[in-house]
């Protein structure tokens, strides 16, 4: 039995049923590259004439072809595989970072057509600011690619702060000066195509799934640092986003009592110690006086011996290293990815870090979970966010197919 099939099927009421159905079998091929209905019968354990059913639907809509036939090694029976129809549309995923908007067009199939870094003036701004600047950066990428917006099917956006992605709505961002923003629906009053926003690391999340470190894995956490901390926890292969898309927030999670002024307002947040802002902020107060303005300066400085420098790093390591130990002691994952396009990796992911979350997780006569780093540029958000995208209008057509037969 497929890990994936979702064993309450069953019980779904009939249209339900048939919907999730169908995006079992979409995933199923888009995963394979190409498979045959006998095969994907097996991978989810779909009795041969309801994958026939629901292919043909899927042929129909456009959303998979037939690619080629080829002996099955049982006499006179050609097998025709399936794949997904990568012209069936165009995708934008899109990731908003502090100093740009990194964009890029896809075609159904996940296949980068053009890309685009769009500088920003400003890390935070207005909800209809950044939407113009979201807009202006997606038909720039657009006219890259040699077709029009109108051409786009579906947006996925990856934002910092706490997201609900099932109303594409924004508690708070970083990247907003105001709290409280229905971002989907302005988004899409503006441009006049399906959005699909989600909190960024949850994107990171998936993309780790789909071609990163997670393919395969079950139960699995994302930590991605940058300017701030965000996570992504998958359970039985699906991402948890908690009740109101609030979940995952490790970098807010307390470390110190009376602690450290973090992004969020309030104190002692892990963020505070082992973001970006706090690294340099901690540089700063502490020398008197400017000299590190980048992240990578601070490095340099701690690897050469500077004393301060290095005083900054391993305080942030220790608390990074109770932070992981919390982290493991709740959710004992197979796998914890450390992700991102930073070099601050390097001092958060050692052996006196690794040593210290081994003292602070509960004692058992089982090695730690494995810990490992990848990092990737800003690029990989945004495909994070087309993978989203793919899957939100594969989701709207989906659940458009035809009338169910139960
Ligand atoms: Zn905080």
């Known amino acids: 039995m497929n890990p994936e099939s979702p064993p309450e099927l069953a019980t779904l009421p009939g249209s339900e049923q048939r919907s999730l159905g169908r995006k ?9 590259g190409e498979i045959a209905r006998i095969d994907i019968a097996h991978a989810t354990n779909t009795s041969p004439a309801t994958v026939t059913a629901i292919v043909a639907e899927l042929l129909e809509a456009g959303l998979i072809a037939e690619v080629s036939k080829e002996n099955s090694g049982q006499r006179g029976r050609p097998r025709i595989k399936l ?9 934008a995923g899109i990731k908003v970072s502090r100093h740009f908007v990194s964009v890029i067009v896809a075609d159904f199939g996940g296949n980068a057509i053009a890309h685009h870094d769009y ?3 400003l890390a935070k701004m207005s909800a209809s600011a950044l939407c113009q600047n979201i807009l202006n950066a997606l038909d720039q990428t657009c006219a890259k690619a040699g077709f029009p917006r109108n051409e786009v099917s579906s947006i996925g956006i990856g934002l910092a702060g706490q997201i609900d992605a099932r109303r594409n709505f924004v508690h708070w961002s970083s990247s907003l000066s105001e709290r409280n923003v229905a971002f989907g629906d302005m988004l899409y009053a503006a441009a006049g ?3 699909f926003i989600d909190n960024d690391a949850n994107l990171v999340t998936r993309a780790e799934q789909l071609f990163g470190k997670g393919r395969n894995v079950d139960n699995f956490i994302v930590i991605t640092i940058e300017h701030g901390v965000g996570m992504g926890i998958v359970i039985d292969h699906k991402i948890y986003r908690g009740t109101r898309g609030c979940g995952a927030e490790f970098g807010h999670t307390k470390v110190q009592l009376e602690g450290a002024l973090c992004q969020c307002g309030q104190r002692g947040c892990l963020e505070a ?6 690294l340099l902020r901690e540089a700063t107060i502490k020398d008197n006086g400017d000299t590190h303005q980048t992240l990578e300066s601070l490095f340099q400085a701690a690897k050469e011996g500077d004393e301060l420098a290095r005083s900054i790093f ?3 390591g220790r608390m990074f290293a109770m932070g992981l130990a919390n982290v493991i002691n709740v959710f004992d994952p197979k796998l914890i990815i450390l992700s991102g396009s930073h070099l601050s990796n390097d001092f958060l992911y050692t052996e006196e870090v690794i040593a210290h979350v081994q003292r602070s997780v509960v004692q058992v006569d089982e090695p730690l979970p494995n810990i490992v780093t990848h990092a990737w540029g800003e690029m990989m958000w945004a495909k994070g966010a087309a993978a989203y995208a793919i899957e939100g209008i594969s989701a709207l057509h989906i659940n458009g197919l035809g009338s169910d037969a139960g």
């Open 24 to 32: 079992h079998i979409i995933d199923t091929i888009r995963k394979a």
């Open 83 to 91: 794949k997904v129809r990568c012209a069936a549309h165009k995708v």
């Open 119 to 121: 500088p920003l003036a």
């Open 193 to 195: 195509i399906p959005i």
């Open 273 to 278: 110690y082992v973001g970006d802002y706090a």
């Open 314 to 316: 391993t305080r942030a």
